[in-house]
C-alpha cells in the first residue's frame, strides 16, 4: 500500500527526533524541547527551519559560494581537531588528502573562475565533490590521492608513488614522550567484554589503552581496537603499547584501559575503564578484569569486565 503524504512526513520526523536524541548537544535539543513546549510546535520542525533559516541568511549575505566554503570547511575542520586530539592512521590519511583538494580548488579558483562562471550551478557541483571527498563512507579525498596524486603528481616532485606500510599490530595514536633504545613493550590481546552499558542507541564501543604513573599521567604510547557494534563486543584484535623501562619502574604505575562509545559527530564517551598495576603483570598473562563506571551518577561502579591476554617484552 503507498504511503500518503503525511505518513511520509512522520517517518522523516521521528528519524529527525531520533537524531537528535542520539546528538543532543549538537542540535540544541533541551533548548528547541522548550521551545516547543512553548509554541506546539514539534522540535524536529523547528530544527528544520533554524537549519534553513541559516543557510538562506547565508545565501544572502554570502551568496552559495559562501555556502559552498562553509560546508568544505566546518565538518572537515571539526575531523581534523578531533584527529588532532586522538589520532588514527585511517582517518589521517583520509583528511590530509581532502586538504590539499581543498586548498588546490581555492589557489586554483581565480585562475578557473573565468570557465567556471559559464558552468550552470558550479558552486552546488563543488559542494557535492568536497561532500563526496570528507565522507568517511565514500572517501572521495583518498580517491582522489590514490589515483591521481600518488601516481602521476608525486613522482613529478621527487617523492616515491609507494605508499609506506603501517605496521597492523602497532596502532598507536600519540607518545607523551620520546621513546628511545630503552624501549620495552606490552603486547595486549583485546579480546572481548560482556555486558557493556548502552547510553545510546546502536553503541560502537572501542578499547584505548596505555601506561601512567600513579598521578594518572600517560607514560607510553596510546593505542587503541577498532570499534565493534555489540554490548558484547568480541574484539580480538592485538595492540602495542611501548615505553621506557625507567618510566614504567616507579610503584603505583598501571596499565589503563578505557571503553569509549564512538561518536560519529559530537566528542566520544567514556564509558568505562580498568586500571591494572604493571607488577601484576606476567609474560602471557590472560584474566578478565572488572570495568568501573566512569558515567555519571553510577562512577566506580563495576558494570563489566574487560579479557585480555598481556605478554611484557624487554
Known sequence: EKMSFQEKLEIVQNEILLAMDKHPKVTFRENLIKIEEMTGYSRAWLLIGIAVSIVFIFILFGGFLLVSRLVGFLY?????????????????????????????????????????????????????????????????????CKEFFRPHLLPGIGFSSEVTAIPK???????????????????????CAEGL??????????????????????????????????????????????????????PGNSIKFNVFQKESLGQDILVCSAAIPIAQVESNF???????SELEGESGKVVSFLRLKLNKID
Not at 87 to 104: H, Q, R, T
Not at 286 to 292: C, N
Open 76 to 144: 572537515p575542520a571539526y575531523a581534523s581537531f578531533k584527529n588532532i586530539n586522538n589520532p588514527v592512521a585511517k582517518d589521517s590519511e583520509l583528511l590530509l588528502s581532502y586538504w590539499v583538494i581543498f586548498g588546490s580548488l581555492i589557489a586554483l579558483n581565480p585562475i578557473l573562475r573565468p570557465f567556471t562562471d559559464f558552468v550552470p550551478f558550479f558552486n552546488l557541483w563543488k559542494t557535492g565533490l568536497l561532500m563526496w571527498c570528507y565522507n568517511p563512507h565514500y572517501r572521495g579525498a583518498s580517491v582522489i
Open 197 to 250: 552499558p548502552e547510553v545510546e542507541d546502536e553503541p560502537h564501543f572501542y578499547v584505548s589503552a596505555f601506561l601512567q604513573n600513579k598521578v594518572g599521567e600517560m607514560i607510553s604510547n596510546k593505542c587503541k581496537t577498532r570499534a565493534k557494534k555489540s554490548l558484547n563486543p568480541q574484539w580480538e584484535e592485538k595492540i602495542v603499547v611501548r615505553f621506557r623501562e625507567i618510566d614504567a619502574a616507579g
Open 169 to 191: 599490530d602497532f596502532n598507536s595514536e600519540s607518545k607523551s614522550k620520546s621513546i628511545g633504545d630503552d624501549e620495552s613493550r606490552f603486547e595486549i590481546e583485546v579480546i
Open 286 to 292: 590472560v584474566g578478565e578484569f572488572d570495568l568501573k
